[in-house]
């Protein structure tokens, strides 16, 4: 009975550490970002950023809508978001911020690359949404 204890208890031990580690790094970080990106969850995408002053529900769901907005109609005009890759971040000497480069793999065989600015936040990087 104690072993099963014992496993059970390792278990939900790694499974919260495997949870957790989901943006223990800023490349897993922008990973995550662009997992949502891809799949045009802009609510996710805008939940997964850090603030200066955190935004009411209502506030992130119209700042979703904006991005929709801008972006949408583009992405389906080069057949959607077909893979992406994350580069090695550069950290800031101070440790709380970071700049990741990605390249976007278009549906048409476009690409398009670009920087993720993120900020550490207790212990796990966010993307920088600004003031």
């Given at each position: 009975?104690?072993?099963?204890?014992?496993?059970?208890?390792?278990?939900?031990?790694?499974?919260?550490?495997?949870?957790?580690?989901?943006?223990?790094?800023?490349?897993?970080?922008?990973e995550?970002?662009?997992?949502?990106?891809?799949?045009?969850?802009?609510?996710?995408?805008?939940?997964?950023?850090?603030?200066?002053?955190?935004?009411?529900?209502?506030?992130?769901?119209?700042?979703a809508?904006?991005?929709?907005?801008?972006?949408?109609?583009?992405?389906?005009?080069?057949?959607?978001?077909?893979?992406?890759?994350?580069?090695?971040?550069?950290?800031?000497?101070?440790?709380?911020?970071a700049?990741?480069?990605?390249?976007?793999?278009?549906?048409?065989?476009?690409?398009?690359?670009?920087?993720?600015?993120?900020?550490?936040?207790?212990?796990?990087?966010?993307?920088?949404?600004?003031?």
């Open positions: 009975m104690k072993k099963i204890f014992r496993l059970m208890a390792i278990a939900i031990v790694a499974f919260a550490f495997a949870a957790c580690g989901g943006n223990a790094t800023p490349e897993k970080a922008a995550k970002f662009l997992k949502t990106y891809q799949k045009g969850d802009y609510v996710g995408m805008v939940d997964q950023m850090h603030f200066s002053q955190e935004p009411t529900k209502e506030q992130k769901e119209q700042f809508g904006m991005i929709e907005q801008k972006v949408a109609s583009e992405i389906a005009k080069k057949d959607g978001i077909a893979s992406f890759e994350v580069k090695e971040a550069e950290i800031a000497e101070d440790g709380q911020k700049k990741v480069e990605y390249i976007l793999h278009f549906g048409n065989g476009t690409e398009s690359d670009d920087t993720l600015k993120l900020v550490l936040v207790d212990g796990k990087w966010m993307v920088d949404g600004g003031k």
